[in-house]
């Protein structure tokens, strides 16, 4: 690095300490910081801003030393101090103007330039903020397919235990019933056998699946519940069903829970975007809201519900809602929540869908509290 | 004495409770159905012997809701708990809940008369 680099780099640090929601400006560097005296011919005015986030951004215009000129009308200093008399009619002295240099400083900068860097730096955090919510949706729907993969095998899994169950009882029995007696044709008996055999084939299988989907799954750690919800929140919120919804989201920063937090937002995001799709055929003057909440309940659980004003759910979704391949929705595929239940029993919690007294849709979702929280 | 050889299912799928019954009844045991918790609390004579077997998830109440009432009412009825949806932490879960067994579904036919024929003598 250059002797200028590292100058500049000092320069950046030291403007970092100063507070980033505003444009720092000065047009005499050096008095503020002194290392400034070395360059004060190429640096004596300084107007920085500054972005946050992950990659923090320094911008720095940088004016020269200025001999700046304070324009007298006159002199001073009275002329007579010295003892004599000064004569009445001295032009060339009194109305001489009088310059006066001063050292280490630059031209003032102007309210409009200072506004302009600011307004600069909103553009700049306001483009960073949309690139740090795209790149976490992509993010996001990168981790959502490959856990929707695992989700997905295991969620049918489970659907499949049923039938499973219902085929081996029958085939159990059956044998059983023609067993004892003298007259069963042996060929039945071998048959039932292996159609018992078979059904116990196919749930070796989904307990080898669900073995493996679980090896890949969640990472529990703390995590503040609210961060989860803002960030899924976030991002289902930019879709263009939000439009006209107000959303009140209400949970305390102190609720921290035992969590996946990718899977844990998926299943946030999921929601919302349900409710979200619950609002949007409404008519035109019904009100749409989203509502949040969390508070802690028995046995060291959270719960977590998110609220929406939406006509409710019919009788026959509201059965099979948590089923695979069932879909209330016309271009659904019936996954969703069959996947979101999947990830809350992952984490020892239990998702139900609520009757709220006050009309509207609303699941609920417990999540273990992490412990010392 | 037949009541001690009363066996519940507790299950929200209809096919599942009738299977599991004509199992029972397969091996001489009576059997009633239930499609809910509630329903069975509701129409069964909790203070009778006999053996309980329930699934741990259902819709409103669950399973360990179910045991947890079975508990507060004083009743004698022996409690085996199966599930589609278990984890290596279920059975233990089960057990401590007060459940005499715990099975997976799809369980073994012969696996579940057995665990009943041993809740039936307790």
């Known amino acids: ?373 | 004495v037949t009541d001690a050889r009363l066996v519940h299912v507790i299950d929200d799928e209809e096919e599942v409770c009738q299977s599991t019954a004509f199992l029972m009844r397969s091996a001489g045991l009576e059997c009633h159905c239930w499609p809910s918790g509630i329903s069975f609390l509701e129409g069964a004579d909790l203070m009778s012997r006999g053996c309980v077997i329930l699934d741990v998830r259902m819709p409103g109440q669950d399973g360990y809701a179910v045991q947890e009432e079975l508990d507060r009412r004083g009743s004698r009825l022996q409690v085996i708990m199966v599930s589609g949806h278990a984890d290596g932490a279920e059975s233990f879960k089960a057990t401590e809940a007060g459940a005499v067994g715990f099975l997976d579904k799809p369980y073994d036919g012969e696996s579940l008369l057995k665990m009943v024929e041993r809740a039936l003598s307790l």
């Open chain 1, 1 to 373: 690095m250059t002797p200028q680099q590292i100058q500049a780099l000092a320069l950046c640090a030291w403007v970092r300490r100063h507070d980033s929601d505003r444009p720092y400006s000065t047009s005499a560097l050096s008095r503020a910081y002194p290392p400034a005296l070395e360059f004060t011919d190429s640096a004596s005015g300084l107007l920085a801003i500054m972005a946050g986030g992950e990659e923090p951004l320094e911008i720095l215009w940088l004016r020269p030393e200025y001999p700046e000129t304070i324009a007298w009308a006159g002199k001073p200093y009275k002329d007579g101090v010295d003892g004599h008399v000064p004569s009445p009619l001295t032009p060339r002295n009194s109305f001489e103007v009088w310059h006066e240099a001063v050292k280490g400083k630059a031209q003032p900068w102007t309210d409009a330039e200072i506004s302009a860097a600011e307004r600069l730096r909103d553009g700049i955090e306001r483009i960073r903020e949309r690139q740090r919510l795209n790149l976490l949706q992509a993010n996001v729907i990168h981790m959502s397919r490959v856990n929707a993969m695992g989700a997905m095998a295991s969620a049918i899994a489970h659907e499949l235990n049923q039938p499973l169950t219902i085929i081996r009882n029958y085939a159990t029995g059956l044998l059983r019933m023609i067993e004892g007696k003298s007259e069963a044709d042996p060929e039945v008996t071998n048959i039932l056998a292996r159609i018992s055999d078979q059904s116990l084939r196919a749930g070796e299988i989904i307990r080898h699946l669900r073995r493996l989907v679980s090896k890949e799954a969640a990472v529990m750690t703390p995590t503040p519940l609210h961060e989860v919800v803002d960030s899924a929140c976030s991002i289902a919120l930019l879709d263009a069903g939000s439009a006209g919804v107000t959303s009140r989201i209400a949970v305390a920063s102190d609720l921290k829970v035992l969590a996946d937090s990718v899977q844990v937002q998926q299943v946030i995001m999921n929601l919302v975007r349900n409710a979200l799709d619950a609002m949007a055929g409404l008519e035109g003057s019904r009100e749409r809201r989203l509502k949040i909440t969390a508070m802690r309940v028995p046995d060291g659980f959270v719960q977590l519900t998110v609220w929406d004003s939406g006509n409710g759910l019919a009788g026959e979704i509201r059965e099979k809602l948590f089923s695979t391949f069932n879909s209330g929705k016309k271009e659904g595929l019936g996954i969703g929540l069959s996947i979101c239940r999947t990830i809350v029993e992952a984490h020892g919690g239990r998702i139900w869908l609520d009757e709220p007294a006050h009309g509207g849709t609303a699941f609920s979702l417990t999540l273990q509290e992490a412990p010392g929280a």
